[in-house]
């Protein structure tokens, strides 16, 4: 089986990883790498830089488009009453 | 157990929070004659340092679909591209019907919807969802 070496690893990183390992109940690192892997999707990842600024970016963007919406649309219908009629159902 | 930013040590142990918003909260927040808009855009400001977003996929159907009818096509693109980088595509839920039993199991404040579903997708994660009828700190969420 391969063998993976890291070096640098800090005491912060290392701390954070032993009590996954315990939480995740793996016996072995290379367990605990598997269910971080496998378990990504479900409640554990990690997120980069250059994520975090897309979503400024998008959020940016985003509300740009309120002058563009508060020009065009103005007054009735308000946004819960345009909402259900478009799901064609009322909720209180 | 939450997002952690490996690239920046000094971050490293910050969690973020899940937020759901519900599609009129995205609305809302584009309309400024709406009541409470600014409340909904303080909200929408506070992602990616505070919150995260972890929407259903019928987030686009709404909130573009919305833009689409009162405003324009052209509009309502705009709004899909900027969505797509508000989302990260690891907490967008595809409403399908393998999601469907995620939400069966448990008790809903707001009922039973696509959007309480997304909560339960990721219930490690703590997430919250906002409502439209939010208002203020009456949910008590902690840094809203």
Not at chain 1, 60 to 65: S, V
Not at chain 2, 99 to 104: A, E, K
Request: aromatic fraction near 10%; charged fraction near 30%; hydrophobic fraction near 40%.
């Amino acid at each position: 089986m391969p063998t993976l070496l890291i070096k640098n690893v800090s005491e912060e990183l290392l701390s954070e990883l032993r009590r996954l390992k315990k939480e995740l109940k793996c016996k072995t690192w290379s367990e605990l790498l598997e269910k971080l892997v496998k378990h990504r999707q479900r409640g554990i990842f990690f997120i980069s830089n250059k994520e975090l600024k897309e979503m400024e970016e998008g959020k940016e963007e985003f509300l740009k488009l309120r002058n563009v919406v508060s020009e065009k649309w103005v007054g009735e219908p308000g946004v819960l009453e345009e909402s259900r009629r478009s799901r064609k159902h009322v909720r209180g | 157990m939450s997002w952690k930013n490996l690239e920046d040590p000094e971050n490293m142990y910050e969690a973020k929070r899940l937020l759901t918003l519900d599609a009129n909260v995205f609305v809302a927040a584009l309309k400024r004659d709406e009541p409470h808009s600014d409340e909904r855009v303080n909200i929408l400001n506070k992602v990616p340092t505070k919150f995260l977003l972890c929407e259903p996929s019928i987030v686009y159907q709404e909130v573009c679909g919305t833009v689409a009818r009162k405003i324009d096509l052209e509009a309502a693109k705009h709004a899909e591209q900027s969505l797509s980088k508000l989302i990260h595509p690891l907490l967008l839920i595809t409403c399908d019907k393998l999601f469907y039993p995620l939400y069966v199991q448990g008790d809903f404040k707001f009922g039973k919807s696509w959007w309480c579903r997304a909560i339960w997708y990721y219930p490690r994660m703590d997430p919250v969802m906002i409502p439209l009828w939010y208002r203020g700190r009456d949910l008590g969420i902690e840094g809203i």
